[in-house]
């Protein structure tokens, strides 16, 4: 129904701009008048207001149309239907399902009610069919009117030219205000269902509070029904593994940048930069699933050994705890964190190397220095604050990251810093508590709200700060 | 000169010193490099090395009788079809078929899919039953590894997932030559299932490409649209500083944020399906959407401002300069930008756990409102799994992904070299 309209209207909408253009084009030929615009604007200029203001009238009838056949109908419900809610609610939903034409729910009605349900139906049906005849024939007066407009214009002396750019300057403008709708719509989303989840958690509780279990019974006398939503353990994992993973990014990172910008040839670089793109491009899963069953085991056997080898030995405590780590640990999230960061912090520190004038490298070597006191003296303390701001950028990637740490780090919330516990971040909570089938409203699923606005706003101003320093370095010495 | 050879004898060790500090530096620049070069020939091989075997399969050839006296031909459905193959099995190994021990043992080694492949048939045409037919299907999972060789036989009975006489029957099967080692077809033309031996990625393929669909027809033109305006139309003023700074950080927001706005704006608001092409790709091309900007105004600052001139001294228009012969001009970096970005989209996961599309899905989608998987949340499933013929899986799941990745960029690569200008 919706797509034969919406063909009928694309037809409406290109027989104007061939009249349009038609009208224009015999105009010009019988008067000889000069026209403003080419023909094909003023086709153009009908073929838009054919279109737009049926599309704008459509658009609203879909979105409102069905909420208001529910208000009315759900404003007399037949004195048969059930009063309880929830089941006043089901029976207009299936009376609604019912009209169109679906099975209802599976809720037992007595044989009166299910009378009254299929009347309610009809009634709803016929409120349909009648806001789908109105709908249209407004659809289609709303296409005429604007059709004739246009049509009525298209005469030589009408600008067509600069209305239909005025319409390109605004769907440019719109789309461009497509990027602060989005960061509109996160900060809405995050801010409105976390304000409902911080109605049941105190905010401070939530920032302060060190037991997390957010299982929160179903009844109230089930055991451990209290349920804790203090995220300070999630926040410690989720720094414990950005730490390992910068300490392996940083010192990498940076070194291979060093080389690559001061030392390679171009045949290196020209082989080097695209594998370390390559490295940057492969999928956060790929990763994920090489540090759950290929980096885990591995270290996990590693430390079980030398655990064996220390038990019965002045460290036998250490040799006990050694052989009991698991595959789960902080470390190999931390270390494959750190690896899928690599090409992040050399490009970015590429770049900012590259930006440090060849006038301060030269004056060095002039004063005799060789080429690594040169970097480390020179260079390095030029670009200092540009790197800073890359590192930053990369702590960012690192709090926000999310499968790596899903697939290997492990559900325990704890407070250590003992890389080789099993730890649990911010959005791996986030993750187990939305993925599977809960309901929308429980605290418990309110609470990954909660934590996503606390990651969003640590990133945001993470991203802020760095971005700023960034451009600030990179402008200084153009 | 009167230089005291002590002073001289001093410089020289410092000198060397100094030599030794700069070859060490250099070494650690090459170190850093060699590590993350290692890394990834040992990520890719690891992948490789456990993913390769996914893409062969075993097959077994089976004479089944249908036994009319347990298939009421009324209701076909109801007969116990596994258990028929599994005495076809045990009449051909010539082992006592009414142990059930050894049915069941019989029963482990076959597939479901060869139950469901003789209840196909006799539904097919009833009157078949009664008849032998003669059934290729896939042998179980833990047959199929301990063909590939990674169940050993060497390995005590109690740490595999094979008895002795499971192995001795499977040797046996093979002698008889009625099993078969062929490509597996199965994985690209079956969609998931809870067998490992009849799962295949054709859903969460379809369900990808319908995504990046998506994606791609809303992210493309409103990002390129977006770029345009503000690399060639917008005022330099607040509001317009506000977007720019705002599709910079757009572009560093964590994916899981993205994924949550999916979650309470187009799933809980405004009611779309879950788990459906259509939500995932929509938060895709939101994610997508900063950096086919980015790429595309930097292919419109390429276009030397000569052109725009030549056009304006011709009476174009801004918007006729822009739109026949910047934009034109431009198209083979906006294109390039646009499937690396899409490349990039395709592999995003985390995001598409929070609409829900990590559920199971046994068909291929049928559309973008249907619920579906997708590649990279389907590796993320398999991973997850239990069985270990699930991982060889995994890892060829992860393959194919990355090929797809692979030829997006590699086309990305072609067009830039083939359309590239130099100004």
Redesign the interface.
Known sequence: MLGFVLILLAAFSAATFLFARRRVVSAVATTGERPHSRPHYHGAHGAIWAAVPALIVLALLAVAGPRIVTAVTWADLPDAAPVVEPYRSQFQLDAESVARGAAPSGVGYSAEQRQALDAHAERIQGLNSLLRIGGLIAVFVAGAMGGLYAWARARPAFRA?NAV?RW??V???A??????L??L??VL??V??SLRFFQTVPLLDFLTGTHWSPQIAIRADQVGSTGGFGAVPLFVGTFLIMGIAMATAA??????A???A??ATSAQRAW?KP??E??A??????????A???VGPAFRAFFNRIGEMLVGGPFNDLGLYLMGVQNQMALVAGLVMG?ML??FV?SLSDDIINAVPQSLRDGSYAMGA????T??RVVLPAALPGVAGAML?AV??A?????IV??AAGLQARITANPLDSVTTV?VQ??TL??GDQE?DSAKTLS??GL?LT??VV??IL??VA?RIVQHYREQYD | MTDRPDHRAAVARRLKQRHAAERRFRLYGLLAIGIAVAFLALLLGRIIEQGHSAFVTHSITLAVPVDASRVDPAYPQGANYDQMAAEALMARLGVDASDPINGRAARDLLSPDMGFQILAQVREDPALIGQTLTIDAPVGDDADLYFKGEISPDTPQDQRSLTDQQIAWLDRLQADGVVESHFNTGLFTRSDSTQPETAGLLGAIVGSALMLMVTALLSIPIGVLAAVYLEEFAPKNRLTEIIEVNINNLAAVPSIVYGLLGLAVFIGWMGLPRSSPLVGGTVLSLMAMPTVIIATRAALKAVPPSIRDAALALGASRTQTVFSHVLPLAMPGIMTGSIISMAHALGETAPLLMIGMVSFVPGVPEGILAASSALPTQIFIWENAAEAAFHERTAAAILVLLVFMIVMNAVAIVLRRRLERRW
């Open positions: 030219r750019e390109v300057a769907v440019l403008f789309c461009s205000a497509v990027a602060v989005t960061t719509g996160i989303s995050l409105w269902e010192p990498i990172g940076l070194m291979a060093i080389y690559l001061e030392y080097i594998l370390l390559v490295l491009g492969i999928p956060t899963v790929v990763y994920g699933f090489f759950a069953l290929t690896i690599i090409p050399s060789t080429q690594s006191e970097i480390k950028l960012s990637r709090i926000g990251e999310t499968m899903t697939m959005t986030i993750v939305l993925t929308f990954a709200f996503g990651l969003f990133t945001l991203n802020i971005l």
